[in-house]
Structure formats: C-alpha cells, structure tokens
C-alpha cells in the first residue's frame, strides 16, 4: 500500500526551487532585519510553548531553519518559521539560520498557511479563518484547497461551517472550553438561540460529545423543525413571542418553526431550583 503524503503538494508544489532549497546554503540573518508575515494564519502563540523551545534553542541551538523572503537591500519577511523565529528572539539570539527565497504574496499566503496547517497546532477557529482567506483572496474552491493542503474536500467544509457558529461558542472553541467535536454537534441546529443554549449546558454538565450529539438528533427526530441545512431568521411574530416568554421566565427562550407552522418552544434552567421557579411560573399562569 502506497503511504499518502500527508502535507500532500505541500511546500515542495508552493516553492518552484524547493528541491535546491534543500541543498541551499543557510545563511544567518539578524533578527532585527526580520519583519513578521503580515499573511499568517495564527493569532495566538501558547507563550509557555514559546518558552520551552526557547529554552531548547539556547541550549542546543535551531535546528530548523526558518523561511525567508527578501524584501530590500538588509530587509527580509517571514515565509515559514514564525513561531522558531519569535522563540529565537526569546533565547536572546541577534541572528537565526534561514533560507532565503522570493516568492509572491499569494504563494506567500499559501505557503504559510500549509506551514501552519501541517506543522503547528493551529486551533479550529484559526484553521477555519485561514481556509476562508484563502478562497476569499485567492478565488479558491474547496476542491483546490483540498489539493493545496492534502486534506479531504469535506473536512475543509466542516471547517469552515465553524464560521457560521456565534461569536461566543466560537471564543469557547479557541479557548479549548468545548472540543471540535461538541462545535459540530451544534452546527447542526439552526437557531442560534438554541444553539447557544445547548453551549451553556455543555459548560454547566460537562456534556460529552456524544450527549449533545443526542440532543440533536432529538430535536431532529421531534421535529426536523430546528435542524436545516439552511438557518433562517425567524417571522416578527414569533420574535415578539420568544421576547415576551424570555421576560415572563427570566430565561433566554428559544422559539423554532418549520415552513408549516410547527415547532417547539425551549425553556432553559440553571439549577433543580430555578426548575421549580419556571414550573411554578407555568402552573400560577404568570
């Protein structure tokens, strides 16, 4: 069985002379002639990570060149190697062994992205974002960026259905507070109340994956009236409906309806007591 290259074109495709650069002479370039990719994909670097591998780099060195490009007569920019080379500045090293290439900005973007992607722990969010800049500046289809990156076409669809979550949930998903696995449990409800709703139960329980993954296919099999490919926005009435049940409960009520006027009513509780509160409220008619 033939092993598939899991950086799949990878570097070797995005660097028209990647096979001399592995012969290339590495030259050591000062680090206050370095300036950032103003194309990277991460946001955050883990700081005690950034410690760790600069405490390895003055003990034994870099071992890994970084990537650069030159930009004037004494400047360059980072192609690859940003977190080697911020970790360097860490260690307290004046210079970093690098490979210097020219490359233009869209090979660029796609050579830091595969970078990212392949060799660093990029969060789900970050991923997503670096896929849909990709297609956005460069017009890719999610077929040419599953060649780009060796990834299959769906997992990049699912990826970038993260996107489509509340600002909140996706903040959790970076944070680490829910996994990738609970994020795509909720992508398949449409409203997003009630997504954010199941979100704070996950937080409140520790809800495993496969508990909200029930959720869902309870509120599909109840109804199929919250669980569309497409989310739509819900008709005024049933606005001013879910505003007027979210004051009457002190809870932020979720309201979803199909095409066919049916749908469901959802009631969140914070505790056994303010159960109690809700059903009271119910049974009392106010």
Request: glycine fraction near 6%; avoid cysteine.
């Given at each position: ?8 074109r ?6 028209d ?10 030259s050591?370039v000062?680090?206050?002639?370095i300036?950032?990719?103003p194309?990277q ?17 003055r ?20 192609i ?5 080379f911020?970790?360097?500045q ?8 690098s ?9 660029m973007l ?10 660093e ?7 997503a974002l670096s896929?849909?800049?990709l297609?956005?500046?460069?017009d ?9 990156v ?16 509340p ?10 507070d829910i ?24 937080l409140?329980?520790?809800f495993?994956?496969r ?13 199929d ?12 009435e049933?606005r001013d409906y ?7 409960f ?12 049916k749908g469901?009513i959802v009631?969140?509780?914070k ?16």
């Amino acid at each position: 069985m033939v092993k598939r290259n899991v950086l799949g074109r990878g570097l070797g495709a995005l660097i028209d002379d990647a096979e001399k650069m592995k012969q290339a002479a590495i030259s050591d370039v000062e680090l206050s002639k370095i300036e950032a990719n103003p194309f990277q994909p991460r946001s955050k670097f883990d700081e005690e990570s950034l410690e760790e591998l600069a405490a390895s780099i003055r003990e034994i060195g870099l071992i890994q060149p970084i990537t650069l490009r030159k930009t004037g007569t004494d400047s360059f920019q980072i192609i690859a190697g940003e977190r080697r080379f911020r970790a360097a500045q860490k260690a307290g090293l004046e210079s970093i062994p690098s490979y210097i290439r020219h490359a233009k900005d869209d090979a660029m973007l796609e050579m830091a992205l595969v970078e990212n992607i392949q060799r660093e722990d990029l969060d789900a969010i970050e991923i997503a974002l670096s896929y849909q800049r990709l297609m956005e500046e460069l017009d890719f289809t999610q077929e040419e960026m599953s060649n780009r990156v060796g990834k299959k076409r769906s997992t990049i669809a699912n990826y970038l259905r993260l996107l489509k979550l509340p600002a909140v949930i996706q903040k959790a998903l970076r944070d680490k507070d829910i996994s990738m696995g609970h994020a795509r449990a909720l992508i398949n409800i449409e409203d997003s109340d009630v997504q954010e709703m199941i979100f704070e139960q996950i937080l409140k329980y520790g809800f495993s994956v496969r508990k909200v993954e029930e959720i869902v296919r309870t509120l599909s099999e109840e109804g199929d009236d919250s669980i569309q490919p497409k989310r739509k926005e819900l008709p005024k009435e049933y606005r001013d409906y879910k505003g007027h049940l979210g004051k009457l409960f002190g809870s932020r009520v979720g309201i979803s309806v199909n095409g066919k006027g049916k749908g469901k009513i959802v009631i969140p509780f914070k505790s056994e007591q303010d159960l109690e509160r809700i059903v009271k409220i119910i049974e009392n008619g106010k």
